[in-house]
């Protein structure tokens, strides 16, 4: 499975569906998408090792497990090369308090998703990623609420 294509209307129900729920069982989710079981337990295998489904997960509220600060951070390199991208997005894969992050279009080259205990880890943190890559421009902003959190993206019935 290559392209968003090859899924037909049943896998994109099955995606919209666990996106939903998770922790449904593969019976509930076979009658819900009007399935066997088996062939509901086959799809959602498939589903899994084309990495369409990429994981399953329990979404936390950042602020009520105390995890400190939750920073959206901007990310300009020094250079736009190829090898420096890749050195940047070796540089950041082990690091722990980087949580996601996501390479974008503009004058931003990245965008991260970081939670630190206080704000001199931050400034820790970036001072050791600038010494081992190239940074141009650093932006941080701090979230200060979640007004709408992320529950999943819009699977069309194609």
Not at 117 to 142: F, Q, S, Y
Request: aromatic share 4%.
């Amino acid at each position: 499975m290559t392209a968003e294509s090859s899924l037909d209307r049943i896998d994109r129900r099955i995606l919209r569906t666990l996106q939903a729920e998770g922790r449904i069982t593969n019976a509930a989710l076979a009658q819900r998408v009007g399935l066997s079981e088996s062939a509901c337990l086959a799809r959602v295998r498939r589903l899994e090792r084309a990495d369409v489904i990429q994981g399953y997960h329990a979404r936390l509220d950042p602020f009520k497990v105390d995890i400190g600060l939750v920073l959206l951070v901007e990310v300009a390199l020094e250079g736009r090369q190829r090898d420096e991208r890749q050195r940047f997005e070796r540089a950041i894969r082990d690091i722990p308090q980087i949580v996601e992050a996501s390479h974008v279009s503009g004058d931003t080259d990245y965008v991260l998703k970081v939670v630190v205990r206080t704000m001199p880890e931050w400034n820790d943190l970036k001072d050791r990623l600038a010494g081992e890559v190239g940074l141009g421009r650093i932006t941080t902003h701090v979230v200060m609420g979640k007004p709408k959190v992320f529950e999943g993206y819009p699977v069309a019935d194609g």
